[in-house]
Antibody, heavy 118, light 110 residues
Framework: DVHLVESGGDLVQPGGSLRLSCAASGFTFSSSAMTWVRQAPGKGLEWVSSITVAGSKYYADSLKGRFTISRDDSKSTLYLQMNSLRVEDSAIYYC????????????WGQGTLVTVSS | QSVLTQPPSVSAAPGQKVTISCSGTSSNIGKNYVSWYQHVPGAAPKLLMYENDKRPSGIPGRFSGSKSDTSATLGITGLQTGDEADYYCGTWDNSLSVGVFGGGTRLTVL
């Protein structure tokens, strides 16, 4: 079975940094594009970032320059480095296999909670 | 303001049929596959439909998808109380080079 376990969510002050991790198992991670999606409290799903098998990276416009997606295929782990965090970045962050318009996003991890507050 | 437009809510009685629309533009739905997701609050979202009209294994035939030009539709027949959830459409936007979701539609089974 595919298993995705996110970690790294925490309470952080505005302007701070966090690194989220997503440990993957049960499939060939190195052959899979990966995506981060978030959901802020009371809001809908928001696409955050994707990384292809070849390492091409894509980001939501509001996040460019602050967030960095990366992957370590030797560890089957996806990362999201988040800098200059803002209150509006508070959300559950989901790690997902795939790209949104190529076979869809499936499956999803359980998510990790990021709270940005002073 | 979401790039893709969905109705905020739909409702129908058990056993009935409902459709959820997703409207986009020529740079997103018009040029890319659409996928649909079911999200029960407190759980992880689940893929319901990919490449416009394909169901992943385990998704019942009561769920269907279609796409025409710059719009897509999710259909659910034989509604069950367990179908109550938020439903999202998603695709890629070629002009923005980003993934995009609709604002979500809350389905209530009365």
């Amino acid at each position: 079975d595919v298993h995705l376990v996110e970690s790294g969510g925490d309470l952080v002050q505005p302007g701070g940094s966090l690194r989220l991790s997503c440990a993957a198992s049960g499939f060939t991670f190195s052959s899979s594009a990966m995506t981060w999606v978030r959901q802020a409290p009371g809001k809908g799903l928001e696409w955050v970032s994707s990384i292809t098998v070849a390492g091409s990276k894509y980001y939501a416009d509001s996040l460019k320059g602050r967030f960095t997606i990366s992957r370590d295929d030797s560890k089957s782990t996806l990362y999201l480095q988040m800098n200059s965090l803002r209150v509006e970045d508070s959300a559950i962050y989901y790690c997902v296999v795939g790209r949104i318009s190529v076979n869809g996003l499936d499956p999803w991890g359980q998510g990790t909670l990021v709270t940005v507050s002073s | 303001q979401s790039v893709l437009t969905q109705p905020p809510s739909v409702s129908a009685a058990p056993g009935q049929k409902v459709t959820i629309s997703c409207s986009g533009t020529s740079s997103n739905i018009g040029k890319n596959y659409v996928s649909w997701y079911q999200h029960v609050p407190g759980a992880a979202p689940k893929l319901l439909m990919y490449e416009n009209d394909k169901r992943p294994s385990g998704i019942p035939g009561r769920f269907s998808g279609s796409k025409s030009d710059t719009s897509a539709t999710l259909g659910i027949t034989g509604l069950q109380t367990g179908d109550e959830a938020d439903y999202y459409c998603g695709t890629w936007d070629n002009s923005l080079s980003v993934g995009v979701f609709g604002g979500g539609t809350r389905l209530t089974v009365l």
